[in-house]
Structure formats: C-alpha cells, structure tokens
T-cell receptor, first 112, second 108 residues
C-alpha cells in the first residue's frame, strides 16, 4: 500500500539551531501539505504545494520557516533558528485531487 | 467562534456499544468533510469522508452530514477497545480545517 514517507521520525535540537524535515508523498499525488500539530490540538496547515508551486503559505512563519518542493515530488521544510515554541509534531500529507489527504508518520520535534 | 468544534471528551463507551462523535462547523460554504483517527503519538489516519447530505456507511463506521444544521457526525458500531483513539473532524473550505478532536475510550 502506498504511503507518505517522512524523516526523521524524531528530532531533538537546541534553540537557535537549524532543523530540516523531509517528505516523499504518495506516488502521483500532485498536492503536498505540511502541517504542525501541537499536543491536544488538531493539525494546522503551514504550507500547501501544487506540484512545485506554493498554493497557500499564509500560516507559515516566514521569518524562520521555509519550504520547497523543487521537482514537484519530495519536499523539505526547514526551521532556522528553532525556538522553544516550535516543539510539535510536523506532519506531511499528500492528495491526488485536493480532497482526501493522507498523512505520513510525522516528525516529532523537541526544542530544548 | 472556532471554525470546527468538537467535544474534547473523553467519551467512554462499553465494548460492543455504539459510539457517537459529533462535530459542528461555521463555514456554510464547506463542501467536503472528513473523519480521521489518531492513536496517541501517531499521525492521523483517514477513516471516512462525506460530501453529500445524509449517511455514508463503511463497515462499522457511518458518517452523517447535515449541511443545513452545519453538523457532521461519526457513528462507530460494535465498538472495540482498539477503537480507543482521538477522532478528528476536518472540514474543507479552501483548506482543511481540523477540530481539536474527541478522545474515545472503549472499555471491555
């Protein structure tokens, strides 16, 4: 069964350091999403790509977060510098038609 | 007003009972509705989606949608302890908006 792949699964970093997360969507899925989920809350969209283009990054803190999907397949989300409040689960999802979204296993980030 | 509202629970039901999970949303223009199951420490898993008013059944799960009342629900029949998880309601306007989830506990 096709799945969204993410790495790393866990990341511990000190504040002010840089971190990067990688996502490989389900093959053929043109739409890719990055979400952040804080404990006890639902996921919140950070950025949405359609192929290699950003469709929505209105909730991405652009002073420290960046995202790219250069070839329209896999994607990287970067945080620099990390802050204590960035501790959360970072989820990648993909969709064939911008309706049903399928999530990867996530990256649990802890900033110390 | 939150865009998607769910009771945080926990909702406790005995094994074999029907669990009823509810969700309301604020945007009348919403067209598609989703239920995700999330086990502790894991990522959300899509279990149901519904686009039209009425009921949609898939195995032990039934999703119900009432657009006039801006209400969507999930029924789980013959609840099992393995159904114990947080259930997230998500509503698609121009992007997917999630509720905070309802924690379901099924006890033997």
């Amino acid at each position: 069964e096709a799945e969204v792949a993410q790495s790393p699964r866990y990341k511990i970093t000190e504040k002010s350091q840089a971190v990067a997360f990688w996502c490989d969507p389900i093959s053929g899925h043109a739409t890719l999403y990055w979400y952040r989920q804080i404990l006890g809350q639902g996921p919140e969209l950070l950025v949405q790509f359609q192929d290699e283009s950003v469709v929505d990054d209105s909730q991405l803190p652009k002073d420290r977060f960046s995202a790219e999907r250069l070839k329209g397949v896999d994607s990287t989300l970067k945080i620099q510098p990390a802050e204590l409040g960035d501790s959360a689960m970072y989820l990648c999802a993909s969709s064939l038609d911008n309706y049903e979204q399928y999530f990867g296993p996530g990256t649990r980030l802890t900033v110390t | 007003q939150k865009e998607v509202e769910q009771n945080s629970g926990p909702l406790s039901v005995p094994e074999g009972a029907i669990a009823s999970l509810n969700c309301t949303y604020s945007d009348r223009g919403s067209q598609s509705f989703f239920w995700y199951r999330q086990y502790s420490g894991k990522s959300p898993e899509l279990i149901m989606f519904i686009y039209s008013n009425g009921d949609k059944e898939d195995g032990r799960f039934t999703a119900q949608l009432n657009k006039a009342s801006q209400y969507v629900s999930l029924l789980i029949r013959d609840s099992q302890p393995s159904d114990s998880a947080t259930y997230l309601c998500a509503v698609n306007t121009d992007k997917l908006i999630f509720g905070t989830g309802t924690r379901l506990q099924v006890f033997p």
